[in-house]
């Protein structure tokens, strides 16, 4: 076990004990549970349900042609099919068959206290309010979409039903593809591979992915040129997201990119036109 691991399991303690449940669950605790597998499963296992029987409802054969709006899901899904592995849940089947090995190599209990679960949710809308903030500010000046999803949606063709599907699906696959696989890749070459110190592997971790993250979203105007406050905008969330990442763990990334995609999608159209 490494120092990193046990210095989280004796931080947590008391979640191995059997009475755990009548426990009240302090700060500290709080901080190693919600980032162990387990609880970033049962956090993100309702979200992955709903966004996918959803998503085949509101968004297949509704939005134009293609049958998945959110591109990070059908890179990930390219990229098992380059190893003749396809299937129709194919990415959220191997983000769930990663937490459960993850969860059983580290040997951690199985129990999941509700009260972590409903925490992490707290904490997330929590910081989805930064993106906020900075995203009501780029609109001001911009006048532009600050929505965290991939490129080439009109909004305008969407019912509300379907944009909240999207923020699902965003804040899920997203996050999947530049958070945990393109982070985790990139500490595994440069700490694990190459010896770095693991602050400045974090950092080029971070920042690699802010950058690709701002590329995916292709930050132009209408004519094409490179819109500076929308590139600036996305590279600061991917910063952002990336950070939150490496602090919070990967349950609550997923739900800070949902909360903010939601609210901008959702919530601040329906306050504003009605729709």
């Not at 700060?27 to 549970?33: I, N, P, Q």
């Not at 690709?212 to 819109?227: E, I, T, V």
Request: one cysteine or more; charged letters at 10%.
């Amino acid at each position: 076990m490494s120092p990193k691991l046990a210095m989280v399991d004796s931080s947590d303690s008391a979640l191995r004990s059997p009475h755990d449940a009548h426990r009240p669950v302090s700060l500290r605790m709080y901080a190693a549970a919600s980032k162990r597998p387990m609880y970033v499963l049962a956090f993100l296992l309702p979200l992955l349900i709903v966004y996918e029987l959803g998503s085949h409802r509101y968004l297949v054969g509704e939005v134009g042609a293609s049958m998945q709006p959110i591109s990070a899901c059908q890179m990930l899904a390219d990229f098992f099919g380059w190893f003749g592995v396809t299937g129709l849940y194919l990415p959220g089947i191997a983000l769930i068959a990663v937490l459960l090995t993850w969860h059983v190599c580290a040997r951690h209990t199985w129990r999941v206290r509700p009260a972590v679960v409903l925490l992490m949710w707290v904490e997330s809308i929590a910081l989805a309010l930064p993106l906020l903030v900075l995203s009501q500010l780029i609109a001001r000046a911009s006048a532009g979409d600050a929505a965290l999803v991939g490129p080439g949606l009109t909004w305008a063709e969407y019912t509300w039903q379907q944009r909240l599907f999207v923020a699902l699906g965003a804040g899920l696959y997203e996050e999947l593809l530049f958070r945990m696989v393109t982070i985790g890749a990139i500490l595994l070459i440069v700490v694990d591979l190459f010896r770095a110190r693991p602050w400045l592997g974090n950092t080029i971790a971070v920042l690699f992915s802010a950058v690709l993250f701002a590329m995916y979203h292709h930050p132009h105007g209408d004519g094409g040129a490179l819109d500076w406050l929308a590139l600036s905008f996305y590279v600061a969330s991917g910063l952002y997201l990336g950070s939150v990442f490496l602090l919070r763990g990967f349950g609550v990334v997923v739900a800070v990119h949902a909360v903010y995609d939601a609210v901008v999608l959702v919530v601040l159209p329906a306050l504003t036109t009605g729709r």
